[in-house]
C-alpha cells in the first residue's frame, strides 16, 4: 500500500517540478515517471522496515 501511495505522490511532486520549470507534456510524463520510480523504491523500503518491526 505505501509503494502505491507513495508512487502516486512522486508522480504528482515531478509533474509539478516540471510544470514550475516550464515542460511540455513530455517533460511532465518524463519528470512525473522519474519521480514515482524513486518514491516507490523509497515507500517499498519503509514497508520493508515496517513489516519487519511488527
Not at 2 to 31: E, P, S, T
Request: net charge positive; no cysteine.
Amino acid at each position: 500500500m505505501f509503494v502505491a501511495i507513495a508512487a502516486l505522490i512522486g508522480a504528482f511532486i515531478g509533474a509539478l517540478r516540471a510544470r514550475k520549470a516550464g515542460g511540455k507534456a513530455l517533460d511532465l510524463a518524463q519528470y512525473a515517471a522519474a519521480h514515482g520510480v524513486i518514491f516507490a523504491i523509497i515507500g517499498l523500503f519503509v514497508n520493508i522496515a515496517l513489516i519487519r518491526l511488527i
